[in-house]
């Protein structure tokens, strides 16, 4: 993935969630940001579980289809549609040369590739949101110093 299609998820995810205007806070919002902290840390949090999930599924599909792939190169069928099945295919030129040409490996790359990002912004949101309660802690404590 390049850069270009990491920024186009960041962004259509911050469309999404705002999450820079819920952190930020000033004197006249901050007792409502106070009360909401705690719920929204919890909302980003579950999201950032639910997508860490997501790509452990992920994950758990790209070993299976490396199997699969191994399987057809190593040990092919007649019935077998891969053009480079090889019984003399060893397990390195497989691993190294083949599966990474594999079309269903590729994709399923991508897809992990644009998962993990997902997951990178939510984990970043519930912590952004964790350090805003120290900052609101500290900002209030300072007010109460300066006064």
């Not at 998820?9 to 909401?36: C, G, H, R, T, W």
């Not at 949090?45 to 289809?65: F, G, I, N, S």
């Not at 397990?91 to 994709?107: G, Q, T």
């Amino acid at each position: 993935m390049d850069r270009k299609e990491r920024d186009e998820i960041v962004s259509k995810l911050l469309e999404m969630y705002p999450i820079s205007e819920e952190v930020s806070f000033n004197e006249l919002n901050i007792q409502d940001k106070l009360m909401a902290n705690a719920e929204r840390f919890h909302f980003y949090y579950d999201l950032w579980l639910a997508e860490k999930a997501e790509l452990a599924e992920l994950e758990e599909k790209k070993t299976r289809l490396e199997g699969l792939i191994y399987d057809e190169l190593r040990f092919p069928t007649p019935y077998s549609k891969n053009p480079h099945a090889n019984k003399n295919l060893d397990r390195k030129e497989i691993l190294e040369y083949y599966m990474p040409r594999d079309p269903r490996y590729v994709r399923l790359l991508s897809i992990i590739a644009k998962q993990k990002v997902r997951v990178e912004f939510f984990e970043l949101a519930a912590r952004s949101m964790d350090k805003q309660g120290w900052n609101m802690k500290n900002y209030l404590d300072n007010e109460k110093l300066g006064r």
